[in-house]
């Protein structure tokens, strides 16, 4: 279990902090003694093989307890408890891995729906709402299907309806476990450029889980890998995703290319070797 982070963002104060995690669901354990932080506009990615407990820790972050947890979460200083369901849910949002739609519902009411959480009880949306949710669909290149079912869109639009949701919620900590399912590469790099942009403009922060290290590297500030067993590696993207980490983590030797990129940063993809 190893911190290896650089010092750049140190003077800032920390929105999120995680400290002696243990957590266990069923026969595996996730993780052992887990700690970081994360500072606004930060955007963090968890990585490791199925079935590590990538989405178990994910839910756990978010306040949404599974398996058995011990350790301490704090978001803005506090913990959940004390924050509440109501004032949590505005300060983090969710993206889960797979939507499920029960119902009929129009693509602009569910991405509305993200704004439930700052409206009073007998509230409606006001027009503010709306327009919030228009832009998001709009940044997602979905308003043409404002109108649509949501029983009707494909793997990939409805993961793009959910990136506009929680685009339209505005939380200050986003959590999303595995944002770029069903994504063609377009359009995961549309999502990823759109929640970098959003990070460095308005100082949110993400949590996500990633499958791919070359998107994780090239997006992300800093990276947790979970090996399994409880064992985990946290700190800098640079530092924690390179070839001997990564071969480690899946088990599988990789080979590091770098490439320069248009922004002047060294991209850094993983192949199989
Ligand atoms: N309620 C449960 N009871 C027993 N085992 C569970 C339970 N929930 C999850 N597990 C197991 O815990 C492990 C971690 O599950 P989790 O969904 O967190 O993995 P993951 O790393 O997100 O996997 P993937 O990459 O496949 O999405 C898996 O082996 C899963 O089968």
Known sequence: MMSLHGSSVDVLKAIFKVADVEL????TQVSK?????VYPGEMLA???RNGVGKSTLLSCLAGLPRGEMAGDILLGGKTYQAWGDRASACWRGWLAQKQQDQFSA????TVISG?????NRWSWESADDRALALASLAAVGMTDFAARDVLTLSGGERQRVAVATI????PTLYFM????????LNHQIEVLNLLRAKAKRERVSAIMVLHEPGLAHRYCDSALLLFGEGEWLYGSASAVLTADNLSRLYGYPLLQIENPGADGQVQRWFVPA
């Open 167 to 170: 685009l339209t919620q505005n």
């Open 177 to 184: 476990d595995e944002p770029l399912a069903h994504l063609d």
């Open 24 to 27: 266990r669901v069923g026969q």
């Open 46 to 48: 968890i990585l490791g």
């Open 115 to 119: 704004r439930h959480p700052h409206l």
């Open 106 to 109: 129009t693509v602009l009411e």
């Open 33 to 37: 003694a887990l700690g970081f932080e």
